[in-house]
């Protein structure tokens, strides 16, 4: 094929490993904190364990839905960083670090004030009410911190500095590790030091990564000077936004609606699925690497006079990801038994999840066009189109629940999600040609 010059080829796969290889260890600290924490509190008390997994719930699920301050700015920077425009990034940097304010600080006082109804759909505990809203209390004003946090990785990514974004993850969570292990245990502060261990690593991050942006972009001048906020140039980036916040939204929901049906189905079930979907979240966490380097690559090339070398990264960044999709595909096939035994030891489990391990191996191969698409479509940003295959995408996803769900339980659930992932992908891939007829930007 003309679009894999040989040359070319060799020259892009440099680059999307040295952009995937930081993201993807990067993005795997993540689920690993997340275990770091789970077993710091288990060495507290039933109570806390709960508290501390309602609360980390609730704010995960507002985290992952504002993941547009991130994508957002990655893709929009990446193009403004391929056609070497230093204003534009720092102009799009300030939008967002505007927008994220703003809404931060809604969303600390929804949170103060509705954290007690939003309880009453977790638990009807009241121990575990009150430590909950303790854990929460502290936690909800590291938000600002944390959109700003997700700007600014997003910043550094589209400016291909990876390995700036690689320091940034891995200090934050690693910071976050210590305190909490620091505060909770040593000082006793119990869920109160988990709270304040990540509250205070959120904002050492934040500092830290303004850091970064004055060394690497020393003519950037926004903090220096008082900023002008005009609501017409916010509304590219607003509804940008809004479309990336839909589609994270109705993803998000499909996950939880896989974890509520799957609890009716039973507690072996329910224990079951939420291994594999623990595996799927580590897959995802590897192929997003991938796709971040899409991300990248397709907005730097994101004009006419780089339409050939965009074709290139497109299709270069696609057969990385299906390769490495086969490849863990492979050893979940040959393997899948043995790790689910390390994660739980107890036999019924062991026998519940091995009936369905076919699906978590099948996986990678059914969902690795999706996270690379959806790099592709970032960097393009070309958001309405992602969202407009993700609510596509949803709405097959009732139907298949509505019709295999009573016929095959479990199989029936892990088949209409594996359908959700699949439409996600082929649904980009429809609309592809839409990357490369390139505007004038």
Known sequence: MKYLNKSQSKKNFKLILNIATPMIIANLSIPLLGLIDTAIVGRINIEQIGSVAIGSTILSFIYFCFGFFRMGTTGLTAQAWGQNNLKKIEN?????????IIISALLILILFFLKDIILLLFTNNDLITLHTKQYLTIRIFETPARFINFIIIGLLLGCNKPWQTFKLIILVNSINIVLDIYLGIFLNLQIKGIALGTLISEYICLIYGFSIIKKEFPNF???????????????????????????????????V???????????????????????????????DGF?????????????????????????????????????ISIILLLYGAYLITFISPINEVINETNKYILWIALSPLVSFLSFHLDGVFIGANLSKIMRNSVIISFIIYLICLYIFIPTYNNNGLWLAFMTFMLFRGILLLINIKKVLNIKKL
């Open 92 to 100: 799009i940097f300030i939008q967002n670090f505007v927008l994220a």
């Open 221 to 255: 001048t926004f903090y220096k000077k008082q900023l002008n906020i005009k609501i017409n140039n916010y509304k590219t980036i607003f509804y940008s936004n809004l479309n990336l916040f839909i589609r994270t939204a109705l993803i998000l929901i499909s996950i």
């Open 257 to 287: 609606m896989f974890t509520a049906i799957g609890s009716r189905l039973g507690q072996l079930t329910l224990a079951a699925n939420a291994i594999l979907i623990s595996i799927q979240m580590f897959i995802s966490y590897g192929l």
């Open 291 to 327: 796709a971040q380097a899409a991300e990248v690559l397709v907005g730097n090339n994101y004009k006419k006079s780089k339409k050939y070398n965009l074709i290139n990264v497109i299709l270069i960044t696609g057969i990385i990801s299906f390769l490495s999709a086969t490849i």
